[in-house]
């Protein structure tokens, strides 16, 4: 798919970190593009910044996110493009014992449901209302394609560490998904990948001890650092680019292989 001016994004978690990168790299290529996010504040100023326009969008509410995709369409018209990097994690045992009081404790599931509304439900809802949308599209090539969809996943997709249950197996479902999904939407000439970060230094991280982040970084097999935005920004474009690319999830992560914790 050849991006210009005519066409239109939607990014999720758009305000800032993996999301705020591709939606810089996809309008320096004149697309135009709608940030969906909790972050006011940052939204807004991004928007502003690339002429875009910011959605205030849960992407675990149905209604939100209806709302969100005609105020965006509204504006920047159907949306060829989407990419999904709204997501989050937490951090618990699905058994253990408290350390002061030894006292038997499981993963609490108010918590659990959470991650997966939010990094799968949240993920499939928005890649169903927009795929919908880009069916009411004419094809921008001689092949019939109609649109892209990027998806942000994990490599703890296929390694999660110590703690992570509920976010691997929300990734998890993210990578499971990506190819029934292409092979739903063959038909209507829209394709569909998702990228597998490893350890991306975003503004979740940035918070870390500068020591936390260099042990991270010595992980790396190669580079030995973080990965930045603009590399998961760069494949995000080029899958979106090269109309052979369908139904695949890649990692992105410098060779590493997670250790248990």
């Known amino acids: 798919m050849e991006l210009n001016s005519s066409m239109s994004a939607v990014i999720t978690g758009g305000s800032s970190g993996l999301g705020a990168a591709t939606a810089r790299a996809l309008a320096s290529k004149g697309v135009k593009v709608a940030l969906f996010d909790l972050n006011v504040e940052a939204g807004e100023s991004l928007a502003a910044e690339l002429g875009g326009i910011f959605c205030a969008v849960d992407v675990t509410s149905q209604d939100a996110c209806e709302a969100g995709f005609a105020k965006a369409r509204a504006v920047n018209g159907q949306e060829r493009v989407l990419i999904n990097c709204a997501g989050t994690g937490n951090a618990f045992?699905?058994?253990?014992?408290?350390?002061?009081?030894?006292?038997?404790?499981?993963?609490?599931?108010?918590?659990?449901?959470?991650?997966?509304?939010?990094?799968?439900?949240?993920?499939?809802?928005?890649?169903?209302?927009?795929?919908?949308?880009?069916?009411?599209?004419?094809?921008?090539?001689?092949?019939?394609?109609?649109?892209?969809?990027?998806?942000?996943?994990?490599?703890?997709?296929?390694?999660?560490?110590?703690?992570?249950?509920?976010?691997?197996a929300s990734k998890a479902g993210v990578v499971g998904m990506t190819l029934p999904i292409a092979r739903d939407l063959m038909s209507e000439g829209i394709r569909i990948n998702t990228i597998m970060?490893?350890?991306?230094?975003?503004?979740?991280?940035?918070?870390?001890?500068?020591?936390?982040?260099?042990?991270?970084?010595?992980?790396?097999?190669?580079?030995?650092?973080?990965?930045v935005p603009p590399e998961f920004a760069h494949l995000a474009v080029a899958m979106v680019e090269n109309g052979y690319f369908n139904g695949e999830s890649v990692r992105l992560d410098g060779a590493i292989r997670m250790a248990p914790r």
């Open 93 to 168: 045992k699905t058994a253990g014992r408290d350390k002061k009081t030894g006292a038997i404790k499981t993963f609490p599931m108010d918590k659990f449901e959470l991650i997966v509304q939010i990094n799968l439900l949240g993920t499939f809802r928005c890649i169903a209302l927009s795929a919908a949308g880009m069916m009411t599209l004419d094809p921008c090539d001689d092949h019939g394609e109609r649109g892209a969809i990027v998806n942000t996943a994990s490599v703890a997709a296929q390694d999660g560490q110590m703690g992570q249950a509920s976010y691997a």
């Open 197 to 227: 970060p490893g350890i991306f230094d975003t503004p979740l991280l940035q918070s870390a001890p500068d020591n936390v982040k260099e042990a991270l970084a010595s992980s790396v097999p190669f580079p030995k650092r973080l990965g």
